[in-house]
């Protein structure tokens, strides 16, 4: 037992030591960050001019162009408004101090190193002359010298601007870890820059940090470095892995941001490096400055569509994501961040590992026709009983025409048969017209007189008349009768009527026919009219009555 003890004790120990490690470094959450990433670069220009005032004033004048520091920095609006620290743009050591030293050497031919120091000279007059070629410029310089600082920001961008973007300096600090506001003055007009999520300050239970570095001019192939750091206590100003910052300070890391890993925001930057003091500048002082320089850090038109396309990205649902990340693309072009989750989505849509397909398998005899969802038998009745109808039609067609009197002259001449050839139904309605014609032109109609034919625009047929011999009844179906009295209310008149003739009323006697109209006649077969001279029904070839 003393073992198991001893054993569980043991893990409670690791537990314990273990547990200060186990912080959140969520995978992938700086992506949201490094866009915005710039590398800074600052220099200066000195024109500076040597007066020799021995005997004949004389002049020389020169150019010189300094390095002054390089670091990193971070971009807060599309336009191209940079931050960094003083330090990266307004270096200690004086150029102007440099300048005066390669001037007075190259003139009065003497050995005076090309740096940022102070020197003396052996001779007294040269001395004195050398001293008061150094700033500040005073009435008795001898040197008279002019500086002008440029700035270079080179954001993370493929293919990368050539040369780096101008930018100048909004404002500067009174010390070296204080917050340089920058404007690039070419390449942000379109207000498409990626940009950086900006915090207001670091909580005090911000523990985890990135540390976001570029030791070079950003490409494809050099991009923004990550370095995991802690603070020490938890939202301090201090970092536990303190070695470690120096180190990445003295590699171009001043002005670097620093990611907040839980909101994936930048948080402050640092600075030091050399003789200057490793130093956190946290997100308020920054927006301090950017006050300051009446600029308002935001976010971009091509920052609201990369947040989104990073949600379906980060959500693995790659299907989802390519659109968003080509329209990303369709904004900027050279946005390297996403350009590299588009080839990574493509290569993964569709695959086990995206998310948001959904592959349907396919039935393992899916190259077989798809059968009907109706049973065989269902069709067999269904023909039985078409044949049954059918063949109950043709024994109650050949009663009706031994019933009815048959003409035995000529052949089908209603208009389903004219010639021997099938003619068109609609000549079926065919009648005599007023001239007494034997046929009508297929596109004729029969005319009915009457009121009622007369008040619709539609021909009103009669019903078909009871099988047997005789002439077709032509009264009105259902039984109805014609009024007495057809002629129209006082005062009126049918459009298209012919008019009623003097004397009795007009027809006379309404089941026969006006004179002059030939009278219609139905098959007593079907029913259906027949034309004027016909002697089989068009429709069912039923003779007509004799």
């Known amino acids: 037992m003393p073992r198991l003890h001893s054993l569980i004790a043991g893990l409670g120990a690791f537990a314990a030591f273990a547990a200060p490690m186990l912080h959140p470094h969520p995978s992938g959450s700086t992506d949201r960050v490094t866009p915005g990433a710039v590398r800074v670069e600052s220099s200066s220009h000195v024109r500076i001019t040597l007066l020799d005032d021995r005997g004949v004033i004389k002049q020389m004048v020169r150019d010189y162009d300094v390095d002054l520091a390089k670091g990193s920095g971070f971009t807060v609006t599309p336009d191209g408004v940079v931050v960094t620290a003083t330090q990266v743009v307004q270096a200690a050591d004086d150029p102007r101090v440099y300048a ?10 003497v050995k005076i190193p090309a740096d940022f120091k102070r020197h003396s000279l052996d001779d007294p007059d040269l001395d004195r002359r050398l001293k008061a070629c150094y700033p ?11 500086v002008t600082t440029n700035v270079t920001v080179h954001p993370y961008l493929d293919p990368p601007p050539p040369g780096g973007l101008p930018a100048q300096i909004l404002t500067t600090g009174a010390g070296p870890a204080a917050p340089a506001v920058l404007k690039v003055t070419k390449g942000g007009e379109k207000q498409t820059l990626p940009t950086v999520p900006l915090g207001t300050a670091i909580g005090g239970a911000v523990e985890s940090l990135d540390v976001m570095t570029l030791t070079g001019r950003p490409s494809a192939k050099l991009g923004p470095k990550l370095d995991t750091a802690h603070l020490d206590p938890p939202g301090s100003r201090t970092f536990k892995e303190r070695d470690k910052v120096r180190k990445l300070l003295d590699d171009g890391a001043s002005g670097a941001a620093l990611i907040d890993d839980g909101k994936s925001e930048v948080i402050g930057f640092i600075s030091g490096g050399g003789d200057q003091p490793m130093t956190i500048t946290p997100a308020d002082e920054i927006r301090s400055a950017l006050v300051a320089a009446g600029v308002t850090p935001r976010r971009g038109p091509v920052d609201v569509v990369y947040e989104n396309a990073l949600a379906s990205y980060h959500n693995k649902l790659y299907t989802g994501a390519i659109p968003a990340l080509q329209q990303v693309l369709n904004l900027r072009p050279d946005h390297v961040v996403a350009a590299g989750h588009l080839r990574d989505s493509r290569a993964k849509a569709g695959t086990a590992v995206d998310a948001g397909s959904r592959p349907v398998a396919r039935p393992a005899r899916a190259e077989q026709p798809k059968s009907s969802s109706v049973p065989p038998y269902v069709w067999v009745a269904g023909g039985v009983v078409v044949l049954a109808l059918l ?5 109650l067609l050949r009663r009706r025409s031994a019933a009815g009197p048959r003409d035995g002259e000529g052949t089908p001449a209603g208009d389903a048969y004219l010639g021997g050839v099938q003619a068109d139904p609609g000549a079926a309605e065919a ?28 021909v009103m047929r009669p019903a078909p008349a009871p099988p047997g011999p005789g002439p077709a009844d032509p009264s009105p179906p259902g039984g109805q009768s014609y009024p007495a009295d057809l002629s129209p209310p006082h005062g009126h008149s049918y459009p298209g009527d012919p008019a009623p003739p003097r004397g009795p009323s007009y027809p006379p006697n309404p089941s026969s026919p006006p004179q002059g109209q030939a009278q219609l006649k139905f098959c007593t077969q079907c029913g259906m009219r027949l034309g004027q001279g016909h002697r089989f029904c068009g429709f069912c070839g039923n003779p007509v009555d004799s």
Request: charged share 20%; proline share 7%; glycine share 10%.
């Open 100 to 109: 005066a030293n390669r001037v007075f050497a190259e003139y009065f031919k």
């Open 391 to 395: 063949a109950g039609g043709v024994v």
């Open 431 to 458: 009648g005599a017209n007023h001239s007494g014609e034997t046929s009508w032109p297929p596109y004729a109609v029969t005319r009915v007189f009457g009121a009622e034919a007369a008040r619709s625009p539609e």
């Open 136 to 146: 500040p410029q005073q009435t008795d310089s001898t040197c008279l010298a002019d």
